[in-house]
């Protein structure tokens, strides 16, 4: 049965269907032909101005709600552009029938695959919507940007007025946080009140009661205000809502609630669902990732706390030894008087105590400088070889006292290297001491040096973010003392450890010397291996690269990168013309090229580059912008800035 619009003079016999009649163009015409629902208008030429209302109808029949018959004696197809069905008198029924039948089935279909369409836009919009709010979720490690994600997808799948959310901050156990998203304003006492209403929801739903008294609560609000500036107010209690818990491992994290005018369907219940279970893995690893942040701020602190601990203690140590040393050494020059054999024995044990004591003091100072980025390097071009030779004349009375033979053969016209010497003195004296200390007696020692090419670098231990590639320098000190397990030589490097045998616990000591050898030998950009044989001995091989202009720049950067963090300055580069800085930056793994900074060098490549500003860098720089400076007068004669640097990342 369809809804039959008939606009004629003479009726028509159409029992079969709902038919409304006119004889006519009237006020209200077109809304009284949509209120009927109509189905088919049937349009006789016999009425007044038919041709008019033929034109108004299909006009007006944008959505074509409704298919125009015109029924008329003559048909001139040229009158009539828009194609439409005509029935030419006098009517045959029985086609009419069929075209009316024919036309309400056509409609009914194509309402039927509008529904369908729309409801396919509907479902590829929310597939998008879900695609574009997992790529979100999976690409950060914040909560709040999690939360922004996840209020974003759920507005835009299921238009909602407001969401509010209310979390524990994990970086603060007596805090909470409160995310409100909305389309109209609110106050605070409104806010406070939606506090309250998700702490009750929460208790609702039976994970657990919120006491907000003892929590400091964070509001972040994000509100888009309407056009007419509105306030909620008390008719927000009739809004739809929908809420959720969110629980992590079984532990309450917080919980969402979604506010609409509309009513939601089941459809929206599940898509409401669906963001919720969507934001829960990626929240358990954002809330693993500030707990780890919470960890390393904890450690940091503790770790500053003992750095500072151990200087302090350091220095009160050391105030005291002073005085004593110099007390023992006028007894022992028996300047106050003679004392016997006994008592100067006693004052010796006393004073190499004292000795050993103020060498563990200064060991435990140099930690703390190394931890803090305190060291004072002066670096130069230098011969290596005053080190071992010093490092020779010092030690060799005291490997004559346990009956060791110590020996020191260079190498004839070794280059010279870029070192700070006093670093250098303390390197050799750290490793000799301790070749001393566990080669037993009737031993021997080597100090030899050689220059060596394109060192292997997976050799070395820990090693720097040098290239290794050229001239190097290698000193090394070789014993016949106890050895060490392969296993356990990386061990030796690390803080306060000493391997575990009979012959080290004997000879005492913290183990820092290597970790602090280590400390220098890296801001030389060298390297450090070991090789040794259980129960044979060991040789600890140094390597120092040979002074170019390159090198001296990266162990300059490094430095300055490494030690500096806060500061702001000048760096100069060596003024000779044949230092090629965009090749040097290109091969250094110091300093990773950007697009940005490779396009500014390649211009420069044919010009001396003498000054570099550094600003903002924080250790061991991988990265960086470069950009001209113009405006600032100070800085008009430097060539590049290095502007921002990234952590390299542990393995």
Not at 145 to 164: C, G, H, N, P, Q
Not at 193 to 201: A, D, E, T, V, W
Not at 353 to 370: C, Q, T
Not at 568 to 597: A, Q
Request: glycine share 4%; proline share 2%; aromatic share 10%.
């Amino acid at each position: 049965m369809a809804n039959i619009y008939v606009i004629s003079n003479e009726n028509y016999n159409l029992k079969e269907h709902n038919v409304k009649t006119s004889n006519g163009f009237f006020e209200g015409f077109f809304d009284d032909v949509l209120n009927f629902d109509t189905d088919v208008v049937l349009l006789d030429s016999n009425v007044n101005n038919s041709n008019l209302i033929l034109m108004e109808l299909l006009a007006k029949n944008i959505n074509k709600s409704f298919e125009v018959f015109y029924i008329t004696e003559t048909y001139n197809k040229n009158e009539i552009k828009t194609p439409i069905k005509v029935f030419l008198k006098p009517v045959n029924f029985e086609l009419l029938e069929n075209e009316i039948e024919l036309s309400v089935l056509n409609k009914k279909n194509i309402i039927g695959l509008h529904k369908e369409t729309m409801e396919l836009k509907k479902n590829l919009y929310q597939i998008d919507a879900f695609y574009n709010a997992s790529s979100k979720f999976a690409g950060t490690l914040e909560k709040e940007k999690l939360y922004e994600v996840a209020f974003e997808s759920l507005e835009r799948i299921l238009s909602y007025d407001m969401a509010t959310a209310l979390f524990w901050d994990n970086l603060k156990e007596d805090k909470l946080k409160f995310y409100i998203h909305s389309l109209k304003k609110t106050t605070e006492e409104f806010n406070s009140n939606l506090i309250k209403r998700l702490s009750m929801g929460a208790k609702d739903l039976g994970i657990t009661s919120l006491k907000l008294s003892r929590f400091n609560v964070e509001t972040i609000q994000n509100t888009k205000p309407s056009y007419k500036n509105e306030y909620f107010n008390e008719t927000f209690n009739e809004y739809d809502s929908l809420i959720a818990p969110i629980v992590i491992k079984d532990k309450f994290e917080g919980v969402i609630e979604i506010f609409r005018k509309n009513k939601f369907t089941k459809e929206d219940v599940t898509c409401f669902q669906s963001i919720i279970h969507q934001i829960l893995a990626p929240l358990r690893s954002a809330i693993l990732y500030e707990d780890i942040i919470n960890t390393n701020i904890k450690l940091k602190k503790l770790e500053r706390m003992k750095s500072e601990f151990v200087s302090i203690v350091s220095h009160e140590l050391r105030t005291p030894l002073t005085p004593i040393n110099n007390a023992l050494s006028i007894i022992l020059s028996e300047q106050g008087g003679p004392i016997g054999d006994i008592n100067k024995n006693f004052a010796n044990i006393a004073k190499r105590n004292v000795s050993r004591l103020s060498g563990i003091i200064e060991d435990l100072l140099d930690l703390s400088r190394m931890q803090t980025g305190k060291f004072d390097f002066k670096f130069k071009q230098l011969s290596i070889l005053p080190s071992v030779e010093l490092a020779y004349n010092t030690f060799k009375n005291q490997a004559l006292q346990k009956n060791i033979e110590l020996v020191a053969e260079n190498s004839i016209n070794l280059p010279v290297v870029y070192i700070d010497q006093h670093r250098i003195d303390q390197i050799l004296s750290n490793l000799v001491t301790n070749a001393i200390k566990f080669t037993p007696e009737n031993g021997k020692i080597k100090i030899f040096t050689e220059l060596i090419q394109n060192p292997d670098k997976n050799i070395l231990i820990n090693p720097t973010d040098s290239d290794y590639i050229g001239d190097y320098v290698k000193i090394s000190v070789q014993d016949t003392g106890v050895g060490i397990e392969k296993e356990d030589i990386p061990k030796i490097f690390d803080k306060f450890s000493q391997i575990e045998n009979t012959l080290s616990r004997n000879t005492g000591g913290i183990g820092l010397g290597l970790t602090i050898t280590k400390h220098f030998i890296d801001a030389h950009l060298g390297g450090i291996w070991v090789d040794s044989i259980k129960n044979e001995g060991s040789t600890f091989n140094v390597i120092i690269p040979v002074y170019s202009d390159e090198q001296a720049f990266k162990i300059e950067l490094n430095l300055k990168i490494k030690n500096e963090a806060e500061s702001v300055g000048y760096f100069k580069i060596t003024e000779k013309n044949n230092f090629d800085f965009y090749n040097h930056l290109k091969l250094s793994n110091i300093i990773k090229l950007t697009k940005t900074s490779k396009e500014f060098l390649e211009q420069k490549n044919d010009n001396f580059i003498s000054q570099v500003f550094i600003t903002g860098l924080d250790r061991s720089a991988f990265d960086f912008m470069v950009s001209k400076i113009e405006d600032e007068i100070n800085l008009k004669n430097c060539d590049i800035v290095l502007s921002k640097a990234f952590y390299k990342k542990e393995a």
